[in-house]
């Protein structure tokens, strides 16, 4: 017998939280808004599975292209709303605003009461810098992660430009473009640049929606 599963994705729970209640959802207020959200979302899932006999499930996905597709056509129908439209991009799922400072163990604790609500996929991240001369930092991280949160990874920088041998972190300039930090390489042929984008590594250059919320991403630890 097949089985057939539907996955229901969704992007933008931090947005809506902002748009509607006008405060972050990490706030109390808008907290207590995107649980309800999610639960509506949920819910309708449930509902759909019951009507159909079809496997729905809530995925919270990161919307590779789309993230930025609907920012655009959202920011041309509605004009420029601050922290909505202005942006460039929608934010992966339920996640933390990638600008918002946050520390990783608030991160992954506050991202945690969202995973069971979206059970046909999520995924929590949080930014590091190289952290190969603090592994006693990334041990407790991991600890917190097991006992805390079903699914969470590390983000870190490790890239590399062929040019001048430059192994580190490749910058966004101001121009939006990719820039070596030692020899001002911006020959894309010539570096290797590995951010995550969707839940698995992805090497090398993303829509202009995607390279603007990379710039944004601060660090957690
Ligand atoms: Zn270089």
């Not at 819910?43 to 789309?66: D, I, M, V």
């Not at 917190?144 to 580190?168: H, L, P, R």
């Not at 820039?179 to 090497?203: A, H, S």
Request: hydrophobic share 35%; charged share 25%.
């Amino acid at each position: 017998m097949d089985i057939q599963l539907y996955h229901f994705g969704y992007i933008g729970v931090y947005e809506t939280t902002k748009l509607i209640k006008g405060v972050s959802h990490t706030t109390s207020q808008g907290h207590e808004f995107a649980i309800k959200l999610m639960n509506a979302l949920k819910n309708a899932t449930l509902k759909w599975k019951k009507e159909t006999g079809l496997g729905f499930a809530l995925y919270g996905t990161p919307a590779e292209s789309l993230c930025y597709r609907f920012a655009r056509i959202d920011k041309e129908k509605f004009g420029t709303i601050e922290d909505v439209t202005d942006k460039g991009y929608y934010t992966n799922s339920y996640h933390v605003d990638v600008r918002e400072k946050i520390d990783a163990f608030n991160k992954l604790k506050f991202e945690s009461e969202f995973q069971p609500l979206s059970g046909g996929g999520a995924i929590s991240y949080v930014e590091v810098p190289n952290m190969k001369n603090n592994l006693e930092a990334m041990e407790e991280v991991v600890k917190f992660i097991y006992d805390n949160i079903q699914y969470a990874e590390f983000n870190t920088k490790s890239d590399f430009c062929q040019v001048c041998g430059f192994d580190g972190e490749i910058v966004i300039n101001k121009d939006m473009e990719w820039e070596c930090p030692n020899c001002g390489n911006k020959d894309k042929g010539k570096m290797n640049v590995v951010r995550r984008t969707c839940g698995y590594l992805g090497e090398n250059f993303w829509n202009a929606g995607k390279t603007k919320e990379i710039k944004s991403r601060v660090l957690h630890l």
